[in-house]
């Protein structure tokens, strides 16, 4: 197929790298420093990774490395939600192991983490992989959202591991998935298994990040890509003059994107979860609140704006987050009485006369779809 | 304010011009060519405009041209919904303007046609346009959808021109405000106001042309920025494999913008609302032609896709077109009986009841939202 000046623009782009990574791979050499530890519950965490917790954190500094030309095998496997940035992670860990040695083969498993327990690869390739280099999605190799943490997924992952000789298993993925690697880490070595794990923290939302690890990667494009949407809306809003526009971002447990957006956009209003859980804000509270903003832009003659939300924001008004828990706890004890009504009427007519007096005040100020949408099953 | 540095490559930023355009103002000259007219309907045009009609095509050709620097004054009006370029248009024509003669001025109207008879305006200088340069949005000096179509309002456009010593006027507008402007014209040319009216035709749709006018400003921006996003959740959809997104694109009454993203991103539906109407397409059948291309992907294993949907769609099924007309006819005719049911179910099993058979079968299939919304009061 042909591609486009642009697309070979986009395909040749060498991301830039820290100083370090730029020197010839041998000429790259590992430090070993303090010991690494848990931030809370040391003695807990050091009690479940008796291997593996206190080792070594590592730097490159330059020094000669020539051992890093051994052959090897590496595997690498994405889990979870595509971030942008993925298919960089794979590029770079593609140029590295061939820098190291032309003869240094990586798999990718294919679909996530199903791809190793099902022994489904793709073996990465120059040519494969040039036209996913610096595109965003997961679609390389595709991702998945099985969970690796019994025994017996791990053995098998042993033995796919030696079946094709490798030594490394990277797994890009989010808090879950950089967990269960640890787990992983801790299981090989303890069985002396001679492979090593390494996690890549990704996740869009920026919450899965350290003193050591700044920011995780899918972050940056996420909100450089919001923000040039919301700035578009923006300028048309100061076009139209006659639009407030609600706009929901990513966001369910952390309101980093909102923030980063709001950083870069400067909306009229953007709401932090945090901040609404901190101040315990009530539902009423921020209506009140953006009505008054819209009311003073309104005195100046603006009857226009933007106001961000972060998808997860219903969840940290303690009221709402009180009343979803009360839902919960009574759908449980009360399922055959409730199951038992076919009307969506008369179930939320249940649900709200066996409410606390403060939850049934919420409950019944919510729109009927909403009351409705509460009483559905839901990923707790 | 301190501008960022791609900020400042934005406004540096010079659009291509057109080889004759690159010269020194002075050595552009019109050449006058054979006599404009109808593509049809040529009497009846040229009754209503008798003073215009037949007026000779221009050109730019290389030539001298030293009344170009007689200085003038000109005036700018945005007329209708905000397009990308606009701001271009504005600074293009100060530039030329300036080029021409540092002392000519560029009166901006305020607020759209409406500025004009309010004679509230603002001079457009090199500091005022620096930041609206190579941006988007009609915020430079406003739009509006007021429309100048009588006598009474084309004397004080006059008298506005008069008094600021404008001799010409620019109406930056779709197709009503361009058809105003060319009756404008005919009149300030009957009057012998010694005022010129340019219009520009602006159409984010992208329905605006003929054989001289390739393509109206708008359409450029609106269907690259939508084809980056289709593209991204076109990535999307190939990471995740599990969902299909139906995407519904401006172009209520043509689907060029549908065409061309489609053609920019290869989607696996795209739907024309011409080519509905030519097939005369059901909606059922419609219907079932996405299902087909969802199962035959299903078979495949390919349970994803992407499908676009120009917003205009409904109104080019034949059927639902012909019952919209019976409805709104059958909503005149009994308005009082209809007015007087306060239930919403009570409104649709009126209606139902009174429509003809094939219509009724229509409405039928509709889910209840659709149906009530169509008994709405809304913009014919």
Redesign the interface.
Known sequence: MDISPLQQARYAYQPKLPAILRKDITSIAPAFGEATGAATDADAVKALFPHTYGMSRVTFTEGDNQAITARRNVGVILSG??APGGHNVISGLFDALKAANPENILYGFKGGPSGILEDSYQIITSEFLAPYRN?????II??GRTKLETQEQFEICAKVCKKHDISALVIIGGDDSNTNAAVLAEYFLEKNHGIQVIGCPKTIDGDLKNEFIEISFGFDTATK?YSE?IG?IE??A????KYWHFIKLMGRSASHIALECALETQPNICLISEEVEANKQSLVGIVEDIAQAVSARALDGNNFGVVLIPEGLVEFIPEIKALIDEINHLLAKEATAFNALTDSDQRVAFVSSRLSKSSQAVFTILPDEIQKQLLMDRDP
Chains 1, 2 share one sequence.
């Open positions: 939600g595509q595109t965003g999605g997961f679609d595709g991702s890509t949407l578009n300028r048309d100061n076009s139209a003059k």
